[in-house]
């Protein structure tokens, strides 16, 4: 192993579901997924240095609400790559938020690819893409895709990735909800709606991955799906006046990002973004917006420092 860095930065992007199909529940809790996710430019950026222990601190929007224990998934990739490799894992984290949080837009999974490729490169481990995506896939389902970005296919319960061609870029307006949704509690709700129902297997709609092929936007707006919406609007139901909002405001689509609450909106051009961006707001049904252009990369290396 070569000397350690001095510290290293790291960006990662936030993701949006365009297509999540949802299957029954297996025996050990987990769904069987067809997950198209798309990375766009939405950033948290991840600063790791040598420290007496480890330790997380955070800013940015909602940096109040992001735990700074070792539950967070920041520390607990530092963890799993320093046992792995027989490292004490002796750093400081710092997040620089600004992926909404507990939004649906995987910003934890996004500080904990971030993490361990910011702790890879800190302890020159040269570890390759296959084996940090395995520690990811231990760490969660989302966390794989905030590695690699650009546009995949996520199978089994999202983790298991195959890369998708995108052929041009696409523009979203996102909106944030006051407070969040938890994952778990969303599926569990998926659960009640679905039971004594057969949850068809779910599998990628050949239409919208021509239409991310392609670059259409128009097509690929005819094409989004989110089986978990149904349950995040039972959970929350304001989000559906935001969604009417928007597509009211000119978007080609609207849906609720993941698990939500936060809900994305698909747009012709930068233009109609900043529109739809300022009509949401003037809406009063959302806390914030946020415009941004997919596909982007995925966790990648911005600064090093010694």
Known sequence: MERARAGVRVRVPAKVNVQLAVGAARPDGFHDLANVFLAVGIYDEITVTPADELRITCTGPDAAQVPLDHTNLAARAALALAERHGIDPRVHIHIAKDIPVAGGMAGGSADGAGALLACDTLWSLGSSQDELLAICAELGSDVPFSLIGGAALGTRRGEQLTPLEVGGAFHWVFAVADGGLSTPTVFREFDR??????????SADPALLDALRTGDATALAGALSNDLQPAALTLRPSLADTLTAGTTAGALASLVSGSGPTTAFLTKDPDAAADVAQSLLASGTCRTTRVATSPAR????????G
């Open 193 to 202: 709606q679905t039971e004594g129902t057969s949850v068809p297997a779910p």
């Open 298 to 305: 995925g966790a990648t290396v911005v600064e090093v420092v």
